[in-house]
């Protein structure tokens, strides 16, 4: 790493901390402008809900493929040139989505933004990390860097939710492509023309694999997100996808083993405390998935609008602070990883078994509030300790592949996630929706009782006979499809907390874990 400063001298430090954090935000913007709000994402582009979370693992795959390569690149451009076309390429793309309603268009786009979202985001960390002159460096850089990527998603999801009452679709793209202008104009006016690296030849990248890799991401979500649509291996494309994936992916790792210089090195999986934080990693955005059941119950049971919802997740983001805070307070008092991750996990737990006994037909905000607020404080002390954990799991040399390992998690994590809780609620659903519609006969008197008594709701307003029956009818096989819904979120949000008290237990007991952080301070601060 070069000791030369790539910012004007005139620009005071404060100010580059801030230009980088804002510049950051770049990266939240294209991972999450579309998939804020989805409803509304996929009706304008004629999909399914499915489809906007596909599109997500393409931009999140194509960002995780990368980091991979992203160094090399980084090196062998000029910092401030590098920059500026990264950010201007990324406002083109959302000017050619502000036009675009064909969906593998879009799908094309977003897979290009995957990668201009992935290629500034390791060295304006590492250009953060460099203007902190504390001990704790890497805890400010690190809390800072992906406490954005955790904030960002609410504050996009109500400006988003903004511009589409007010305006319409291409406003939000016109949006996004402003915020990059403006990181553009942010650059030129504070950078200077050093470079940051050494200049590296650019012949070394490795795009054989960069293509595998990209090609196992994208096929193994094809699998994950379309296999309960398409009834998993009754489908040919579903087959296809799986077998692309075990193809691609065994190929790129026999690569790594014979490559000179791989991409990521296999060796890394030999530390246990890899495997520890990949597996935590994974079982986190699992849980975490669970949040858009949440979402879900707010819009289609409790039929909260769009900006109310929105606006509520900022009760989210207030525990994601303090989370954040309070994980950084322990990270600096030397509070060993295991105890971090038993309360973070705990929280989590009290989250889910708490959230059981709201899921009724109608609730105020004020019965969800604390909960709601207890699972961003669950995400805040958790996040920042599993991404320092796992990279300081291995020696120093190992460090930019342990980094990797951690966005796989996420991004696993988070695909496999919305696998499972996809199905569930479709199991789940189909399973109470047959159970409860045996007690809702028409020969039944209270059914008849029922009927009768909204038919003549819906007379005294004005409607025929025949429609305030056939209104009747559609509001109570309604009842019963929103109490299916809620028993069903009941019951994966109990196996969920449960399956979190068991891995407190886990950890509790781990002896991997024990000696953690020790290790953990060697990376860290060197001592």
């Not at 996004?176 to 023309?193: D, E, G, H, R, Y």
């Not at 006969?441 to 307003?461: D, L, Y």
């Amino acid at each position: 790493m070069s000791g030369v400063s790539v910012f004007k001298p005139w620009v005071p430090n404060w100010a580059v901390i801030v230009i980088l954090i804002f510049c950051m935000l770049h990266s939240m913007v294209l991972l999450g402008v579309y998939t804020s709000n989805v409803t509304y994402s996929a009706s304008f582009l004629d999909v399914d809900v499915e489809d906007l979370q596909f599109s997500l693992c393409v931009t999140y795959g194509a960002f995780l493929a990368t980091i991979m390569i992203e160094s090399r690149l980084f090196k062998f451009f000029p910092t401030k040139k590098y920059f500026i076309v990264i950010y201007c390429l990324a406002a083109l793309t959302f000017m050619l989505s502000a036009y675009t309603n064909n969906y593998s268009l879009f799908i094309i786009l977003r897979m290009a933004e995957g990668i201009l979202m992935a290629l500034p985001w390791i060295p304006l960390r590492q250009l953060l990390i460099t203007r902190f002159k504390s001990k704790n460096a890497v805890i400010i850089g690190f809390t800072y860097n992906y406490g954005a990527l955790l904030l960002a998603s609410p504050f996009i999801m109500n400006i988003a939710v903004w511009l589409l009452e007010n305006y319409d679709w291409a406003y939000m793209a016109y949006g996004s492509a402003l915020f990059q202008i403006l990181c553009v104009a942010l650059v030129l006016l504070t950078f200077n023309n050093n470079r940051f690296h050494k200049k590296i030849p650019l012949y070394q990248v490795d795009w054989a694999s960069f293509i595998l890799v990209l090609t196992a991401i994208l096929s193994g979500s094809f699998f994950f997100i379309y296999g309960e649509r398409k009834y998993w291996f009754d489908s040919p494309q579903i087959i296809i996808a799986l077998i692309v994936t075990l193809i691609t992916g065994g190929l790129f790792i026999v690569r790594q083993q014979l490559v000179k210089r791989p991409c990521f090195d296999m060796q890394v999986f030999r530390y246990t405390n890899l495997r520890t934080g990949f597996f935590l990693f994974v079982v986190f955005y699992i849980a975490r998935a669970t949040l858009n059941i949440c979402h879900s119950a707010m819009f289609t049971v409790w039929n909260w609008e769009p900006s109310r919802v929105a606006h509520v997740q900022y009760l989210n983001v207030l525990g994601n602070i303090t989370g954040l805070v309070l994980a950084g307070i322990f990270l600096a008092k030397a509070v060993a990883m295991r105890y971090i991750f038993m309360l973070g996990f705990l929280i989590f737990a009290i989250y889910h078994l708490w959230f059981t006994f709201l899921f009724v037909p109608d609730v105020a905000l004020t019965d969800i509030m604390i909960p709601y607020i207890l699972q961003g404080v669950a995400v805040g002390i958790l996040f920042v300790p599993l991404v320092l954990f796992t990279v300081s799991s291995v020696p120093a040399h190992y460090a930019p592949f342990s980094g990797t390992i951690g966005v796989t998690g996420r991004f696993w994590g988070s695909t496999v996630g919305f696998c499972i809780m996809q199905n569930a609620q479709v199991l789940l659903q189909n399973t109470h929706f047959t159970k409860l519609r045996r007690f809702v006969v028409p020969e039944s008197p209270e059914t008849q009782a029922r009927m009768e008594k909204i038919a003549r709701g819906f007379i005294a307003k004005g409607y025929t006979v025949d429609e305030a029956h056939k209104l009747s009818v559609q509001q109570i096989v309604n009842t019963v499809s929103r109490q299916a819904v809620l028993l069903s979120d009941m019951e994966i949000f109990t196996v969920v907390g449960y399956a979190l008290l068991f891995l407190v237990g886990f950890l509790l007991i781990n002896r991997h874990l024990k000696q953690t952080f020790d290790i953990f301070k060697n990376r860290v601060w060197g001592s």
